[in-house]
């Protein structure tokens, strides 16, 4: 299976950058790992907010196949411990997916469409985080639920 996670909009700050470099490269040890960047949608700032998600709904769509696992990370998703997300991999893992990819939206969420397209919700925190800031925590996630899987040291809760 291949893991890939897919964000609009280019990642701004080099100190964020930095971290993403770091865990991308760890991941990439346990399993094929790939960071996809869509670029938002033409004149998005000029666009509507629910005309934005659309447009930016369309470009992921137009990038998935029809055999891929795509799940959102979204405040209302189900929220799990490190070691119950671990699970969750293997388990999807042994279902034999060929790709299974979290996507990481815009500032303002998901169109109806990538919901109704999505095979589950994942929340990583009530809290609201920078949409760039996501991406590393959730990196540093992956790559523990990795290690947890190997039974390294890394999580020593």
């Given at each position: 299976?291949?893991?890939?996670?897919?964000?609009i909009?280019?990642?701004?700050?080099?100190?964020?950058?930095?971290g993403i470099?770091?865990?991308?490269k760890?991941?990439?040890?346990?399993?094929?790992f790939?960071?996809?960047?869509?670029?938002?949608?033409?004149?998005?700032?000029?666009?509507?907010i629910?005309?934005?998600?659309?447009?930016?709904?369309?470009?992921i769509?137009?990038?998935?196949?029809?055999?891929?696992?795509?799940i959102?990370?979204?405040?209302?998703?189900?929220?799990?411990s490190?070691?119950?997300?671990s699970?969750?991999i293997?388990?999807?893992?042994?279902?034999?997916?060929?790709?299974l990819?979290?996507?990481?939206?815009?500032?303002?969420?998901?169109?109806?469409k990538?919901?109704a397209?999505?095979?589950?919700k994942?929340?990583?925190s009530?809290?609201?985080?920078?949409?760039?800031?996501?991406?590393?925590?959730f990196?540093e996630?992956?790559?523990?639920?990795?290690?947890?899987?190997?039974?390294?040291?890394?999580h020593?809760?």
């Amino acid at each position: 299976m291949k893991l890939e996670l897919w964000c609009i909009n280019k990642t701004s700050k080099k100190f964020i950058q930095e971290g993403i470099d770091i865990y991308t490269k760890r991941i990439g040890h346990y399993v094929k790992f790939e960071i996809k960047i869509f670029p938002a949608p033409r004149g998005s700032q000029k666009l509507p907010i629910q005309k934005l998600k659309i447009a930016e709904a369309d470009i992921i769509i137009s990038k998935l196949d029809t055999s891929d696992h795509l799940i959102l990370l979204d405040e209302h998703g189900k929220q799990y411990s490190s070691i119950e997300f671990s699970k969750q991999i293997e388990k999807l893992q042994n279902a034999s997916i060929k790709r299974l990819i979290f996507l990481i939206g815009g500032g303002y969420g998901f169109d109806e469409k990538l919901h109704a397209i999505s095979k589950s919700k994942i929340s990583l925190s009530k809290m609201t985080f920078p949409h760039e800031l996501v991406r590393v925590i959730f990196l540093e996630q992956l790559y523990r639920a990795c290690t947890i899987l190997k039974g390294e040291k890394y999580h020593h809760i």
